[in-house]
């Protein structure tokens, strides 16, 4: 039979198909979720390249300009020696004497006899052998004029800092809070008698490879593999031969 008018043929299944509309809602983009919040500051801590949404973000748009990590470290640099420029004028006191003027050890220099006392013997107590070959190497160059020690004491001292100030660079994304707590730590009266006392190097020459530790973790974490995890342990290791108090810094960087 023909179909009435006005009335549409059926298809052959008996059920009239419905047409899909188009959807004019726009798709709602994906919350973050935990687990992006935590790559993206993961991703960040380590300076690794930054894909996720937050804060990450953020902080990569509001970089600041190139230059300005230098100009913040010329100017640790510059109030370390303005605050410890007095030192210079300073002599031999206290343990000076008997550890430096008066132990003929330490005038052995660095030869075979001056190595075989800094890493064989505990005469006075402690084990840090590259703090020994430190003085040695500077009795060699200055021989008794205390201003050579106490210049090179200074010079690991701004080492230190401008070390602390790239770890903190590189953990936080912010040069200028990382510029603060460095010259915090650049003039901080706690660390005078370290730079300012000739024995006292093995505290400075410590803190050296304590940072660098540090950094070689910061690099190992980032993209772990073999020859970066033997990289923080030689560090780590020369940092013992420095000063045996960081026999504590693999707690530290598990905190």
Not at 97 to 104: E, G, K, M, Q, S
Not at 144 to 151: D, E, I, K, M, V
Not at 225 to 233: E, K, T
Request: with cysteine; glycine share 8%; aromatic share 12%.
């Amino acid at each position: 039979s023909m179909p009435k008018p006005g009335r549409k043929s059926m298809p052959a299944s008996g059920m009239a198909a419905k047409p899909t509309r188009p959807s004019s809602r726009p798709s709602r983009p994906r919350c973050p979720t935990p687990d992006d919040e935590c790559r993206s500051r993961s991703e960040l801590w380590y300076n690794l390249p930054v894909h996720s949404h937050g804060s990450a973000v953020e902080m990569a748009n509001t970089e600041p300009g190139k230059r300005t990590p230098y100009f913040i470290a010329l100017g640790l640099a510059a109030a370390i020696l303005l605050v410890y420029w007095p030192v210079f004028r300073n002599g031999f006191v206290w343990d000076d004497l008997p550890y430096l003027v008066d132990n003929p050890d330490l005038h052995l220099g660095l030869g075979l006899p001056g190595m075989k006392f800094a890493f064989l013997s505990a005469r006075y107590g402690t084990w840090n052998p590259l703090g020994w070959l430190s003085l040695m190497l500077d009795y060699q160059v200055f021989g008794l004029r205390p201003w050579g020690y106490h210049l090179i004491s200074l010079a690991f001292h701004i080492a230190n800092t401008l070390l602390l100030f790239v770890l903190l660079t590189r953990m936080t994304g912010h040069p200028w809070r990382s510029g603060f707590v460095a010259a915090l730590f650049a003039v901080h009266p706690l660390n005078v008698e370290s730079v300012a006392w000739i024995v006292a190097r093995k505290h400075v020459l410590g803190v050296v490879f304590l940072m660098a530790t540090m950094l070689a973790y910061l690099h190992y974490v980032g993209r772990p593999n073999w020859s970066r995890y033997c990289l923080v342990a030689l560090v780590f290791a020369l940092g013992l031969m420095a000063n045996s108090m960081l026999v504590t810094l693999p707690i530290a960087l598990l905190l």
